[in-house]
């Protein structure tokens, strides 16, 4: 649209070059008297006008000064037709660069999102596969250790499979009406709980116009964001609060609070402060919460941890 904008411009500013040019020439050849007024008044000037020191001797041969100006002109129109083919040959240098931009991230998100597709089976049969283990051979402590590391790595991988491939999905949203209370215990269902983190549901259900699946994936990565955040022990607090338009659900911990460099940008994709993060996480819940007329936004609270601000619209 700006490039369009530009090039209009330009060959405005060109077309309004060439004509001045046209008509000037013409006038210069059909009627060199009414043109070499100018000199002739000039050269009448009485010299007491001016300064004693400056000797005013201006007699032009017209036909001279004709040439001067033709040339000057050609020479404005030439240098405006070489900065318009610059500015042309840059914006669509620019157009194909972009292009080109666009079509190779179609290609990488095509290509993850059939990677993380295809990953998701074999890692299941890995995990399914360490429980049957658990339960078939008794294990010692230390066997036990290793076992969970493998089951923490999994998870991780499996995570990330799951940000890069809600990433790629379409947004589109189909929305019903949702217990908050079922759509808390399910994503609860999918996160690893330590034990010494506690957490706080509210007391009251209510009822949500969402996408169920989606909104599972926005408190999902909530919920593991605040568990990461956590040093040690910590807590998880979850309320709701509900007005004429929407229905407000508040996420907040008391873990080590969002990082104020990155506070203002969490919700753009590849920005993260965890060494194995995406950084695609939040990206992913603030289009989905758009893709179903909703909000999300993040503060610290003021003394420790965090508050994520999830608006659902009542219609
Ligand atoms: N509860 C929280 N407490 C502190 N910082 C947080 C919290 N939630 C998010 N952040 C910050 O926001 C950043 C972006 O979060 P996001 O979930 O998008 O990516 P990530 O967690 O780094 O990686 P992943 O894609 O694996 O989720 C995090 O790296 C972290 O710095
Ligand atoms: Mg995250």
Redesign the pocket.
């Known amino acids: 649209m700006k490039s369009k904008v530009i090039i209009g411009s330009l060959m405005v500013i060109q077309i309004l070059a060439i004509m001045f040019t046209i008509q000037f020439l013409s006038i210069s050849n059909q009627s060199h008297d009414t043109i070499a007024f100018v000199p002739q008044v000039f050269s009448q000037t009485p010299t007491d006008d001016f300064s004693q020191n400056e000797k005013f001797d201006f007699k032009p041969d017209y036909k001279e000064s004709f040439v001067i100006s033709d040339v000057n002109f050609l020479l404005v129109n030439s240098l405006s037709s070489l900065v318009m083919i610059l500015g042309v040959v840059k914006l669509l240098k620019n157009e194909n660069n972009k292009k080109i931009k666009t079509e190779k991230l179609a290609i990488i998100g095509e290509l993850s999102s059939r990677i993380a597709h295809d990953m998701r089976n074999p890692l299941s049969v890995i995990q399914m596969t360490l429980e049957n283990f658990k339960i078939q051979y008794p294990l010692s402590k230390e066997q036990e250790r290793q076992f969970e590391k493998i089951n923490r790595s999994i998870f991780r991988i499996t995570?990330?499979i799951d940000?890069i491939w809600d990433f790629v999905k379409s947004p589109t949203a189909e929305k019903k009406n949702c217990s908050l209370a079922h759509l808390l215990q399910e994503s609860l269902r999918r996160v690893n709980i330590p034990a010494n983190i506690k957490i706080r549901l509210p007391p009251d259900d209510c009822k949500i116009l969402c996408d169920d699946e989606k909104t599972i994936v926005v408190f999902v990565?909530?919920f593991?964001?605040?568990i990461?955040?956590f040093e040690d022990d910590g807590n998880i607090w979850v309320s709701f609060d509900s007005n004429k338009n929407w229905i407000t659900v508040k996420i907040e911990?008391d873990?080590?609070?969002?990082?104020p460099k990155?506070l203002d940008r969490?919700f753009e994709p590849l920005?993260?402060?965890?060494q194995?993060?995406?950084?695609?996480?939040?990206?992913c819940c603030k289009s989905i919460m758009e893709s179903q007329g909703g909000l999300i936004k993040?503060s610290n609270r003021p003394k420790k941890?965090?508050a994520?601000t999830i608006h659902f619209s009542k219609q």
């Open positions: 995570h990330q940000d990565n909530i593991i964001n605040a990461q955040a911990d873990g080590v609070g969002i990082d990155v969490i920005i993260t402060t965890k194995t993060g995406t950084g695609l996480g939040l990206s993040a941890g965090s994520f």
